[in-house]
């Protein structure tokens, strides 16, 4: 069965960095690009970006442009996300999503990133 | 950028009975391909999104049939035809026809 695992919570303090893995598995990893979405405490779902699993190709949003980084790595079908110049405003969960046939059908469980001082 | 606007924001609901939910996008989510994708997602608390729908009215598998996509264009809507416990959630239309991706801003499902 299609799984995206990521990796566990982390604690940064402002201005660092954090990268926040998917692992993915029950599917072909190159067939599918994968999103990542943020969601800040009591608040809504947030679109950051897409990586391609069969080339080099990314997209982020606007707000993101420069401070993310999407990559991914073929030989373990995991995908990463590489969030700097963090701010308490960062804190929220971030979860990766397939795209898949219609777009976001396979979710990972989210990963808390806390950015406090 | 695309903006979803869904509303109401909070829908507090009787066991029972129907409960409906609409999205607007700012342009037409009909793609150049012909299809039109926009998405519907429900989050339990503590939980992932799950997706209910893609392309407007496409059930994903184990989405009980009491819940249904509809619309077309610019104009969208989740309906429940009997709302139940396990339907608590926030629910989110997403638009994939554009890039960015866009999300609207969420509905708060309650019981009454």
């Known amino acids: 069965q299609v799984q995206l695992v990521q990796s566990g919570a982390e604690v940064k303090k402002p201005g660092a960095s954090v990268k926040v893995s998917c692992k993915t598995s029950?599917?072909?990893?190159t067939t599918w690009y994968i999103h990542w979405v943020r969601q800040a405490p009591g608040q809504g779902l947030d679109?950051?970006?897409?990586?391609?699993?069969?080339?080099?190709?990314?997209t982020y949003a606007q707000r993101f442009q420069g401070r993310v980084t999407m990559t991914r790595d073929t030989t373990t079908a995991t995908v990463y996300m590489e969030l700097s110049s963090l701010k308490s405003e960062d804190t929220a969960v971030y979860y990766c999503?397939?795209?898949?046939?219609?777009?976001?059908?396979?979710w990972g469980q989210g990963t808390l990133v806390t950015v406090s001082s | 950028d695309v903006v979803m606007t869904q509303s109401p924001l909070s829908l507090p609901v009787t066991l029972g009975q129907p409960a409906s939910i609409s999205c607007r996008s700012s342009?037409?989510?009909?793609?150049?391909?012909?299809?039109?994708?926009l998405n519907w997602f429900q989050q339990r608390p503590g939980q992932s999104p799950r997706r209910l729908f893609y392309k407007v009215s496409n059930r994903d598998s184990g989405v009980p049939d009491r819940f249904s996509g509809s619309g077309s264009g610019t104009d969208f809507t989740l309906k429940i035809s009997r709302v139940e416990a396990e339907d608590v959630a926030f629910y989110y239309c997403l638009q994939a026809t554009h890039w960015p991706r866009t999300f609207g801003q969420g509905t708060k499902l309650e019981i009454k």
């Open positions: 679109w950051m970006g897409m990586v391609s699993s069969d080339s080099d190709y990314t």
């Open positions: 029950g599917y072909s990893f």
């Open positions: 342009q037409s989510l009909v793609h150049s391909d012909g299809s039109t994708y």
């Open positions: 999503a397939r795209a898949g046939s219609g777009d976001f059908d396979y």
